[in-house]
């Protein structure tokens, strides 16, 4: 029975930007019941931790919140306020399962990201210490069966917004839970994804970033019965009218096809900016990971997609110390990243990861050469992303303007290339798409001057 209450929830998200878009999803789907949002965990009848598994004590870090919120729990109790309910939501959930409810009896429901449309009936089976788990892969559609969002909650949302396309993985790199904690890869249909993105449109939203584990292998049903990629998809969502910039991440360099790069050729609308890991510049340490592509393969597709779009901006990521990682295959990342160039990127230390191919290999590097080489190459990193945004003093771009900046009067925005732009403009202009000359560039973020308000 799904009794209309009146009650608030407080979400918090780790993760990846699939987690925020999942925690939104959920956010709608307990609406329906008549949850409200509270930013205030002490206020909320409901706390969910929307988690994720990519790295080491990513499940710890779970558990030691989960210490703080049962004082929480008691207090609110004691204080009459009634009973506080807490989920499991996202990767842990799902790679965890049961093992959560042992560890921390105070969880009342684990559910993994396949079954959030049955967030509503799950919990109507929760409470008086009985709790559930649900971290099967059901065979229906959950986004068909999730609800929207009413359009002044998107709204308030922001003027960009995150639409997962595509989740899972089959792609099975040897470091990665992905492909054992979202499933088998699974793309929605094109016309599910064109009306989500007519409705944010005609709510107010005039960026979109498309999501998916592996997004660039989206393959879709389209209109005509035929499977539709990524890029046929881009040309699609970019006859909306009100949506004016269109992003996705994140991509594998297998699954950069020709239509995909036409359409950064070809429509204004797709921002020049990509995000494509590479995670290693070894080709022994590539094939180690199954990533199933070597140096020279990556850097023929950057040619090729710089060809496309020569004011594409690349972003990455990289992992150091995968076991058997030499000195020499290091040297081999560090080589690639001086012969890309990034715009901006992310490395992490090689975590082993319960249940992992690389996890069990007996030439783990220690973990002193793994911080020392991750010094080393955000070093480098750091350099490149400093020239990037340097390169833009005294150009003009149009940026997005998001919200209130730091200073009153002030607004920050997007730049085309994803940077945070910082400009002097009244609050009414949030939401518009201004034109800006770059004056100055500090350590986070460009500040420029306004010389184009919209028409
Ligand atoms: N699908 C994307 C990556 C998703 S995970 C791709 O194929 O590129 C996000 C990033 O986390 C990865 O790119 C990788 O750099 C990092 N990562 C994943 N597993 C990791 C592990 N076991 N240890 C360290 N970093 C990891
Ligand atoms: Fe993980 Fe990405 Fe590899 Fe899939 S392609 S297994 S998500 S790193
Ligand atoms: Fe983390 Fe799961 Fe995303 S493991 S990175 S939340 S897909």
Known sequence: MTAFENKKVFVKTYGCQMNVYDSDRMSDALATKGYSPTDVM???????????????????????ELGRIRQLKERRAKDGKGEMKIGIAGCVAQAEGQE??????????????????KLPELLDRTGNGSS???????????????????????????????????????????????????????????????????????????????????????HGEGPDGKDWGLGQLLF????????????????????????????????????????????????????????QHSYDDYVRLIERIRTARPDIALSGDFIVGFPGETEADFKDTMRIVREVTYASAYSFKYSPRPGTPAADSKEQVEEAVKSERLQRLQLL??????AFNASKVGTEMTVLLERKGR?????????????????DAPEELIGEIVTVTIDTVGT????????????
């Open 407 to 423: 200073e009153p009067g002030q607004l920050v925005g997007k730049s085309p290339w994803l940077q945070a732009v910082q400009v």
């Open 42 to 64: 002490d206020d909320a009848d409901l706390v969910i931790l929307n988690t994720c598994h990519i790295r080491e004590k990513a499940a710890e870090k779970v558990y030691s």
């Open 100 to 117: 959560i409810i042992r560890r921390a009896p105070i969880v009342d429901l684990v559910v993994g990201p396949q079954a959030y449309h």
């Open 444 to 455: 986070n973020s460009l500040f420029g001057s306004m010389i184009d308000k919209p028409a």
């Open 236 to 291: 699609r969502l970019a006859e909306i009218d009100g949506l004016d910039r269109l992003r996705y991440t994140t991509s594998h360099p297998r699954d950069m096809d020709d239509v995909l790069m036409a359409a950064h050729r070809d429509l204004d609308i797709v921002m020049p900016y990509l995000h494509l890991p590479v995670q290693s510049g070894s080709d022994k340490i590539l094939a180690a990971m199954n990533r």
């Open 132 to 218: 559930v788990v649900e971290t099967d892969f059901p065979v229906e559609d959950k986004f068909a069966a999730l609800p929207a969002a009413k359009r002044e909650v998107t709204r308030k949302r922001g003027v960009s917004s995150f639409l997962t396309v595509q989740e899972g993985c089959d792609k099975f790199c040897t470091f990665c839970v992905v492909p054992y904690t979202r499933g088998a890869e699974m793309s929605r249909p094109v016309s599910q994804i064109v009306a989500e993105a007519e409705r944010l449109a005609e709510a107010g939203v005039r960026e979109v970033t498309l999501l998916g584990q592996n997004v660039n292998a989206y």
């Open 381 to 386: 990193l750091t350099e490149q992303q400093r």
